[in-house]
């Protein structure tokens, strides 16, 4: 099970958090992401991290702004958005899944807001 948090309201040029705890699995084995949707379009993913190891990747939209990171101890992932948009507003979901696998066969978190206001 995967809870998502630190969504809400911040001007542009500000920062956010997002954490993402999982629950119930030993993640080890995992790669987990964040991905974004706003209303009317699909769901876009925004950055990934190996748990194992580490690695990570992040969409054009974000490079350079966001730093996704991950607390073993914690089995926790986290999403550090800086210089935000108003285009980065969003619901942000976390997701994991088993490495080599589809986003589509992990599990989801329920999402949390974030609003950018110009």
């Known amino acids: 099970q995967l809870q998502a948090s630190g969504g809400g309201l911040v001007q542009a040029g500000g920062s956010l958090r997002l954490s993402c705890a999982a629950s119930?699995?030993?993640?080890?084995?995992?790669?987990m992401g964040w991905f974004r949707q706003t209303p009317g379009k699909e769901r876009e993913f925004v950055a990934l991290?190996?748990?194992?190891?580490?690695?990570?990747r992040y969409a054009d939209s974000v490079k350079g702004r966001v730093a996704i990171s991950r607390n073993n101890a914690k089995n926790t992932m986290y999403l550090q958005m800086n210089s935000l948009k108003p285009e980065d507003t969003a619901v942000y979901y976390c997701a994991a899944t088993l490495r080599g696998s589809r986003w589509g066969s992990g599990s989801w978190g329920q999402g949390t807001l974030v609003t950018v206001s110009s």
């Open positions: 119930g699995r030993t993640v080890g084995n995992y790669v």
């Open positions: 991290i190996v748990w194992s190891g580490g690695s990570t």
